[in-house]
């Protein structure tokens, strides 16, 4: 068996997942091409109630199941790195992607949303939204998926939380890794 730190041809063995970068790509690729298509394939939906049927059927189950791939392999990619790729990545990994309220009681006092951090909560969320609530009538995708979820906090016990994580900003950072 070979060393976790060396491979026959002499390349190194990242830890965890062996998903191939391809993969990863593609998924991103499809996230992206799913939440831009949203709107012209809504057009296209007005005039048949066939498609329409189809896009209403799967539309928010396809973005939301492709977000989370992205989401999950991202940290899985993340947590293997060593540390001086960590290093490297830190000003990627550290972008912000949207906004988050730690304590729904507070709910005003939003904080910036990292990449690291939106990959937790779309993993963890409990409920995800990605319609436009404010236009509701075009029945497209948005660009911010808003996230709610709990957590422990030490000495004020389970929390609600909100994150905003603005899936172009999400898209691009992803694209980096």
């Known amino acids: 068996m070979p060393s976790r730190a060396l491979l026959s ?19 991103i690729y499809n996230l992206a091409c799913v939440f831009a298509a949203s709107k012209r394939l809504a057009e296209w939906a007005r005039d048949s109630g066939a498609l329409d049927a189809l896009r209403e059927r799967f539309e ?4 939301s199941r492709r977000l989370v791939a992205v ?7 993340l947590d293997s790195r060593t540390v001086v ?14 906004a988050l309220a730690r304590d ?17 909560k779309i993993i963890h969320a ?4 990605l319609m436009d609530d404010a236009n509701p009538q075009t029945a497209e995708l948005c660009d911010i998926a808003v996230l709610t979820g709990e957590m422990h906090q030490p000495g004020i016990g ?12 999400f898209i691009r950072v992803a694209s980096l890794l």
Do not use: H
Not at 126 to 129: A, P, V
């Open 9 to 27: 041809d002499n390349r190194r063995m990242e830890l965890g997942y062996p998903i191939a970068q391809e993969a990863f790509d593609l998924e």
């Open 60 to 63: 928010q189950s396809e973005a």
């Open 71 to 77: 989401a999950i392999i991202a940290r899985s990619k």
């Open 85 to 98: 790729r960590n290093m490297q990545l830190e000003q990627i990994i550290s972008s912000n992607v949207g």
């Open 104 to 120: 729904m009681t507070q709910a005003e006092q939003k904080a910036e949303l990292k990449f690291r951090d939106a990959c937790n």
């Open 126 to 129: 409990n409920s995800i939204d």
């Open 158 to 169: 389970q929390c609600e939380w909100k994150a905003e994580v603005n899936i172009p900003k």
